[in-house]
């Protein structure tokens, strides 16, 4: 692993289905986010955590959850999948101290039908 | 409420000069970040400015005005392979990143 891997790379999903998307990083790094990016907008936080053990709602948190059980790992699991959940999802890490410049995933991209 | 607005789409010729500006209205200022994000792809990181001025990284430069809220990140003697997107994201006084939606530069032989 070098960086940030996500899985699954692409998928396509029914309405009302659990989807967990998977986000790991070998990096060290302390803080690690989740954003969804939609033609014409620009990232949007969906949750993030500045260190194991501790998570925090972004800008569009519902229909989403994280867990942090440690370093490397920070899952986002969508409970019911709704149309409107359709996106390409990024996650990205960051070392928090100085310029915390983000590191990011090659991205998930997620129908919803 | 926060905002981050540049242009949605520039065009430039291979070899030439371009300016993509960006414009910021959010509570607080902890720093102006600029990415790059080839279609398809994830952002990469380009560059970060948090006092006053330019800051030059070879053939990318990055400027800033806290008091305007405004950057501008110049790309010089550009090559096809600077077709992307070019997001600018201003992290807040809650130190969260706020992005703008991107500015997409098509490079033309």
């Known amino acids: 692993i070098a960086g940030i891997t996500q899985a699954p790379t692409s998928q396509i999903l029914a309405a009302g289905r659990r989807m967990t998307l998977r986000c790991t990083q070998d990096?060290?790094?302390?803080?690690m986010y989740w954003y969804r990016q939609d033609l014409g907008l620009g990232l949007r936080l969906i949750h993030y955590?500045?260190?194991?053990?501790?998570?925090g709602k972004g800008e569009v948190p519902d229909g989403y959850s994280v867990s942090r059980a440690n370093t490397d790992d920070f899952p986002l699991t969508l409970a019911s999948a709704v149309p409107s959940q359709t996106s390409v999802y990024f996650c990205?890490?960051?070392?928090?101290?100085?310029?915390?410049?983000?590191?990011f995933g090659a991205g998930s991209r997620l129908t919803v039908l | 409420g926060q905002n981050i607005d540049q242009p949605t789409e520039m065009t430039a010729t291979e070899g030439a000069i371009v300016q993509i500006n960006c414009t910021y209205q959010?509570?607080?200022?902890?720093?102006l970040f600029w990415y790059q994000q080839h279609a398809g792809e994830a952002p990469t990181f380009l560059s970060y400015?948090?006092l006053d001025g330019l800051e030059e990284k070879g053939r990318f430069s990055s400027f800033l005005s806290r008091s305007k809220g405004y950057s501008y990140l110049l790309l010089k003697e550009l090559q096809m392979k600077d077709s992307a997107s070019y997001l600018c994201?201003?992290?807040?006084?809650?130190?969260?990143?706020?992005w703008g939606a991107g500015t997409k530069l098509i490079i033309k032989p």
């Open positions: 990205a890490s960051g070392a928090v101290s100085g310029a915390n410049v983000l590191t």
């Open positions: 955590s500045n260190t194991a053990g501790t998570t």
């Open positions: 994201a201003v992290r807040d006084s809650n130190y969260q990143l706020i």
């Open positions: 990096m060290r790094h302390n803080a």
């Open positions: 959010t509570s607080g200022f902890n720093g």
């Open positions: 400015n948090v």
